[in-house]
């Protein structure tokens, strides 16, 4: 199972960027699709955008598509989150999970590993 962590969060102001990270350990980080998700206060978790093995098939939920765009480094094990054009609305904690099964364009179904999360905090 591969172990992932998050990092890159921080307060930013509206309207700036931020870019979330997401390290893989332990298993090799090709055999798993990756997604982004969020929880902001008082709400339910909520997908954010998924990419497929080889990082060529993405998808974003409506809230974020245009502005956010996920990408992915196999070679350094690695996972991003680029999220332009930031709204107060996008506070939450972030986090990155993984399984080794695609992953839709909803992001539904459970997964094989998360990470801790990281706080993003952007303000009006």
């Known amino acids: 199972q591969v172990q992932l962590s998050e990092s890159g969060g921080g307060l930013v102001q509206a309207g700036g960027s931020l870019r979330l990270s997401c390290a893989a350990s332990?298993?090799?980080?090709?055999?798993?699709?990756m997604a982004w998700f969020r929880r902001a206060p008082g709400k339910e978790r909520e997908f954010v955008a998924s990419?497929?093995?080889?990082?060529?098939?993405?998808y974003y939920s409506d809230s974020v598509r245009g502005r956010f765009t996920i990408s992915r480094d196999n070679t350094r094990n690695a996972g991003y989150l680029q999220m332009d054009s930031l709204k107060p609305e996008d506070t939450a904690v972030y986090y990155c999970?993984?399984?080794?099964?695609?992953?839709?364009?909803?992001?539904?179904?459970?997964?094989?590993?998360w990470g801790q999360g990281t706080q993003v905090i952007v303000s009006s």
């Open positions: 999970a993984a399984r080794r099964s695609a992953i839709g364009r909803d992001g539904g179904g459970s997964f094989d590993s």
């Open positions: 332990g298993r090799a980080f090709t055999d798993y699709c």
């Open positions: 990419i497929l093995w080889g990082g060529s098939v993405s």
